[in-house]
């Protein structure tokens, strides 16, 4: 399914729009830069790095940057994202175009991209070039998302409050 459902050029051009915002990555205290790009349900592209900060977790990823430009313009489900990830080096051309591992997203951005699912469901490509990458549908990476349902209320019988680990005898008064 994932392989259907983005085109390989299509995947090829966000991991080069990866590799490209990549150089732009603020990563002043790791020195590992990280570039994101994701491809809306309604075909827009938008791109992110890991942008760090003196109070370090204030850091933003880059997936979750990307996603959020994504949304703040007015996308919601998102098709696919492309991840390059790995040491900061000498901008040379290979850096440009190449790293030499797999970048997973992190928990909290796999939780950020869990909000924004695409209506078929998102592709994830991790990539080290345009030409060596990886697929994996996003439902892969994430068991057991924390997800709106959660908030949808209390529970309005016993066995589904047993469900969740809620003892209904147990409730404030
Ligand atoms: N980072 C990302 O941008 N995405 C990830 O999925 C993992 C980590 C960034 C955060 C931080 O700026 C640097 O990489 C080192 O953790």
């Known amino acids: 399914m994932k392989n259907e459902m983005v085109a390989e050029e299509i995947i090829k051009n966000l991991i080069r729009s990866a590799f490209e915002v990549r150089e732009n990555a603020y990563a002043f205290y790791s020195h590992f830069a990280v570039g994101a790009a994701v491809l809306s349900d309604d075909g827009g592209v938008y791109t992110g790095c890991n942008i760090e900060n003196a109070s370090y977790p204030a850091g933003s990823c880059a ?22 990830g790995g040491p900061e080096g000498k901008e040379d051309d290979e850096q440009a175009s190449h790293v030499n591992d797999y970048i997973y997203p992190c928990g909290i951005c796999r939780q950020v991209l869990s909000e924004f699912r695409g209506k078929d469901g998102t592709v ?40 969740q680990g809620i003892d209904p005898d147990d409730s404030a008064e």
Request: glycine share 6%.
């Open 63 to 84: 997936e979750t940057v990307a996603i959020n430009k994504a949304v703040s313009e007015g996308a919601r489900g998102i098709r696919a994202i492309a991840i390059v």
């Open 124 to 163: 994830v490509i991790l990539a080290k070039s345009a030409d060596d990458y990886k697929l994996y549908d996003f439902s892969e990476l994430m068991v057991g998302a924390f997800t709106s349902e959660a908030l949808s209320g209390p529970a309005d019988d016993a066995d589904d409050s047993a469900e």
